[in-house]
């Protein structure tokens, strides 16, 4: 089969909405099919959001592929006699964080009728789809709120799930991913200062914002944690990921109301490490079940705390909340022979 994967992609900027295709289209080569991907590249503008989604529509890729598998918004609205939707996120500021702190638009009569123009689209477009996949149970539920779609969950794996290894439950809690406000690195290195054994904390991943990563810094100083709180603000290769993770006591992964588990929670139990999370992650909670498979702790620096000293005091806690982790990839299917098989059939 002739597949074309089309996403959306804000130049240099590394993430899950890369990984997800980029990851995705080897193994879709590797079942015996043809594979080209397309990207647009696309800029977090609201004035000229419809300008961007025009440039998709306009597209005609019939005669060029047997199937089309759109990610990222606004590439759904591609046209395609046999479109697959894999619908990672909308755009959020105009729907879950259109009441937050997170949406910067004024709440004025031109700015909600721009919202209900979008919404329209992205119905229309969703509903000429084949298929509707959703990379998370939130996601599916904020299209059946939003645009009334039905979509089915489709958990997206990781490339080479095999990297991943145990060597050692150490005293390192390790939170692997971009640095970003909404990541919440500031909540964990809250935390330590609250924490009453000798644990550490270890920040890698890169930070698009100079402003955030000062803030790091300066909140690591002013609690005297630079002795018990590593920053490292680069990119993290896959190999030092995979060896950070083998050592690591734990990994913790606490956004705000994220879209999906997160690849971090998946990489941590890859490597049978079990990931502490908090009560208004999104998507996280679909992975951990709360002492069984991870920690679900209430955003909080005590509590939180509470959680790092209990699991450095405890480490065969941690083991098995780890073994578990690892069980529930299973369980859920998070796998890329069943990927290949829902997206192709």
Same mark, same amino acid.
């Given at each position: ?49 419809? +300008? ?274 690892? +069980?529930?990839?299973?369980?859920? +299917? ?12």
């Amino acid at each position: 089969m002739k597949i074309g994967l089309v996403s959306s992609a804000i130049p240099l900027i590394q993430g899950g909405g890369r990984f997800i295709v980029d990851w995705l289209a080897p193994k879709l080569v590797e079942a015996g099919h043809q594979v080209e991907t397309i990207w647009i590249p696309q800029i977090d503008d609201p004035n000229t959001l419809f +300008q961007q989604m025009l440039a998709f529509r306009l597209m005609d890729l019939n005669d060029s592929f047997d199937r089309v598998i759109t990610f990222r918004p606004p590439a759904h609205v591609v046209q395609h006699h046999t479109k697959i939707v894999w619908f990672i996120h909308h755009i959020r500021q105009f729907y879950d964080l259109w009441e937050t702190d997170y949406n910067p638009l004024p709440r004025t009569a031109y700015w909600e009728a721009y919202r209900d123009k979008l919404k329209a689209a992205d119905t229309n477009a969703l509903d000429e789809a084949h298929k509707v996949f959703t990379n998370s149970a939130i996601v599916r539920n904020r299209l059946k709120a939003f645009n009334g779609i039905d979509a089915e969950v489709l958990y997206p794996p990781v490339l080479a799930p095999e990297r991943f290894y145990s060597e050692a439950w150490g005293g390192e809690i390790a939170l692997i991913c971009r640095v970003e406000h909404h990541k919440r690195q500031h909540l964990a290195i809250e935390a330590m200062k609250h924490t009453k054994t000798p644990v550490r904390l270890r920040i890698s991943g890169r930070s698009a914002s100079a402003e955030y990563a000062d803030f790091l810094r300066n909140l690591i100083a002013m609690h005297d944690l630079e002795d018990r709180v590593t920053l490292d603000l680069r990119w993290i290769s896959e190999g030092e990921k995979v060896s950070l993770l083998s050592t690591a006591l734990a990994a913790i992964y606490i956004p705000l109301d994220e879209d999906s588990y997160g690849y971090p929670t998946i990489e941590a139990a890859l490597a049978r490490k079990m990931t502490i999370t908090v009560s208004d992650s999104g998507g996280v909670p679909e992975f951990i079940t709360d002492g069984v498979s991870g920690i679900i702790a209430e955003p909080d620096p005590i509590a939180l705390a509470d959680v790092f000293d209990r699991l450095w005091t405890d480490r065969p806690l941690a083991r098995v909340l780890g073994h578990n982790a690892h +069980q529930r990839l299973a369980e859920l +299917q998070i796998h890329w022979e069943h990927v290949i098989e829902r997206l192709t059939s």
